[in-house]
Structure formats: C-alpha cells, structure tokens
C-alpha cells in the first residue's frame, strides 16, 4: 500500500483539478486529491471501485453509513443516490483515492471464463478492506501512467487483471450480476444512461421501460430494487445535484439554474432543494462561498 500511497498522491498533486479529481489517462481511472475535508456531497454515483490509500472519508446510502479509511475499498455495484464526506484531509497529509469505473463489458467478458461466484447479499454499497492482489495490481497501473509509451500496448490487460481480483472477492457476485445482458441491472442501467443524458426533458416512464426492455410495472419494480428510487425521483435528484453545479460552478442564479435543469416552477424548484440540500439555493450558494473563501 505504501507504494500506491506515493504513486497516487505524486499524480494528484500534479494533475488534480480545483475539485480534487486526478484523472490519469486510463479510461474509467482517476485519483482523488483532497487537502482540507469536504461539505456534504450529493451525487448519483455510477458502479465504481474506490480504493483509499490515506485519509478517510463517510458515504451513505438510505439508511445505511460507511465510515472508512485507507486500506479499505469501497464498492458501488449500481446507480444509486449517495451522500459522501470527506472526513481526513490536511496539507500533510491529504486524502487519498484511486476510483475505477467498472466496465459491464469487460465483467461479463471475464464471468463466463471464471467459477461462478458466491450468492452475495445484494446490497448496492459496501466497504471492506482492500484485497493485496488488487492493491498490487492498482500500483501497477499507477508505474504505468508514468510510462506513457506503454499505455497504448499495457493498459487494457492490467484494467482486465484489475477487474478480475475485484471479481474473485467477497463481492464478486454484486459486480458480476453489472454484466449481465438482460439482468435487471443492465436493463435499469440503460433507463439510467438516457435519464443522464435527458434529465431536463420531461421523459414518460414508457419511454423509460422501452429503454430497459421491460412493461412498465416491472420497470418500475426493478428500477426502484437496483437504485433505491423511483425513476420520476431518480430524475429529480439528477436535476437538482446539476443545478447546484450550475450555481457553485457557473455561479447561475437559482431561477437560472431551475430553469436550465427542466424546472418550469421556481418556487417548486426551492422546495425540492431545500428538501434534498438542507437549505434554499441563494443561502445554500452563500454558505458554499464562504467555504470556500471567495465573497458572498
């Protein structure tokens, strides 16, 4: 681990950008790089590995609450709503993360030439310490960044190696069931891939199910069993973490930012916000800048 530490956090301090996201080069791989601990972040997060190698952060999802730190690996096996801090941060020592985006292809690849996996528990969420094997394989894509010529010819095999650990631990069968072509997870998965890219178009659960390939009550069942939402909720919360992007980001008024997102009420707009963020838009902004120093 003491190698991956050095490697990541030698990647982060030169490429992080001014959210603390490294990205390497590799696609579906990035450090995290984070000095000071973080505000509350809500997101929609996509199927990923994080591995922590320092600091420590918190994640939760519904009712259940992470708490972890270098060593450990957190695992998201679907496209579900999270919450996440980061806890342990300083100039000396900064959080740390490698976050690998899990391919459905290359899992689906990899599942027919492995023994089948355990039955697992099902749950979207779950950290467990990280495995050597995976640690091993993680610094080695790390050496390899720094060896740009190899990229091209290397990044593919050691991105398979990697998946494959992943595979063959605790949680090999939460991963594996992303790379099933017609499981109800892929199926959900492309409902989610159209709601990403349309969530400010009004988007009739029809539609939605015809993406999935399923009747519109199984759609419904089956998307609120992968991501914990209904698809009408799912949408609302995409529309929301993206107008308080607009405004932190943009620095987009909230009328601006409700409106960009597909809103056609501001006033429903502010409800829906303070819900979900704990305050209005214009206090939420505010308090989001004097965070961050700037003027207000």
Same mark, same amino acid.
């Given at each position: 681990?003491?190698?991956l530490?050095g490697?990541?956090r030698?990647?982060g301090?030169?490429?992080a950008?001014?959210?603390?996201i490294?990205r390497?080069g590799i696609p579906?791989?990035s450090?995290?790089h984070?000095?000071?601990p973080?505000?509350l972040m ?5 199927p ?12 939760a ?5 992470f ?6 690996s957190l ?5 579900v709503?999270?919450?996440s ?6 100039a000396?020592e900064?959080y740390l993360?490698?976050?690998v985006? &899990?391919d459905?292809?290359?899992i689906a690849? /990899?599942? *027919?030439?492995?023994e089948?996996? +355990? ?5 979207? =969420? ?7 094997e ?7 894509l ?6 740009p010529a190899a990229?091209?010819v ?13 595979l063959a ?5 939460a ?7 017609d499981?109800?997870v892929?199926?959900?998965?492309r409902a989610?891939?159209?709601?990403r890219?349309?969530?400010?178009e ?6 939605l ?6 009747s ?5 069942q ?7 939402l209904?698809?009408?909720?799912f949408?609302?919360? &995409? ?6 992007? /607009?405004m *932190?980001g943009?620095?987009?008024? +909230?009328?601006?930012a409700?409106?960009a =997102?597909?809103?056609?009420s ?8 303070s819900?979900?963020f704990?305050l209005?838009?214009?206090r939420d902004?505010?308090a ?9």
């Amino acid at each position: 681990m003491r190698s991956l530490l050095g490697l990541v956090r030698r990647h982060g301090e030169a490429h992080a950008d001014p959210h603390g996201i490294a990205r390497t080069g590799i696609p579906g791989l990035s450090a995290v790089h984070a000095t000071t601990p973080s505000g509350l972040m809500h997101d929609i997060s996509r199927p990923v590995a994080c591995l922590v190698v320092q600091g420590g952060k918190r994640v939760a999802m519904g009712t259940r609450d992470f708490t972890f730190g270098a060593g450990d690996s957190l695992l998201i096996t679907a496209d579900v709503p999270t919450i996440s801090q980061i806890t342990r941060a300083s100039a000396a020592e900064p959080y740390l993360s490698l976050v690998v985006e &899990l391919d459905p292809g290359m899992i689906a690849e /990899l599942s *027919m030439q492995m023994e089948k996996a +355990a039955t697992g528990d099902g749950v979207a =969420v779950q950290v467990d310490p990280t495995g050597a094997e995976v640690t091993e394989a993680a610094t080695r894509l790390m050496h390899l960044i720094e060896r740009p010529a190899a990229l091209p010819v290397l990044q593919d095999s050691l991105m398979r190696e990697l998946h494959y650990w992943l595979l063959a631990g605790r949680h090999g069968a939460a991963i594996r069931r992303l790379g099933w072509p017609d499981g109800h997870v892929h199926r959900v998965s492309r409902a989610v891939a159209v709601l990403r890219a349309r969530f400010a178009e009004p988007l009739p659960v029809e539609s939605l199910a015809a993406a999935a390939g399923m009747s519109p009550s199984s759609f419904h069942q089956h998307f609120r069993n992968v991501t914990s939402l209904s698809p009408l909720q799912f949408q609302k919360q &995409l529309r929301l973490i993206e107008a308080r992007r /607009l405004m *932190m980001g943009e620095g987009r008024s +909230a009328s601006s930012a409700a409106f960009a =997102v597909g809103y056609e009420s501001v006033p429903q707009f502010t409800r829906e916000y303070s819900r979900m963020f704990g305050l209005p838009p214009a206090r939420d902004a505010e308090a989001a800048r004097r965070c961050a120093g700037a003027p207000v």
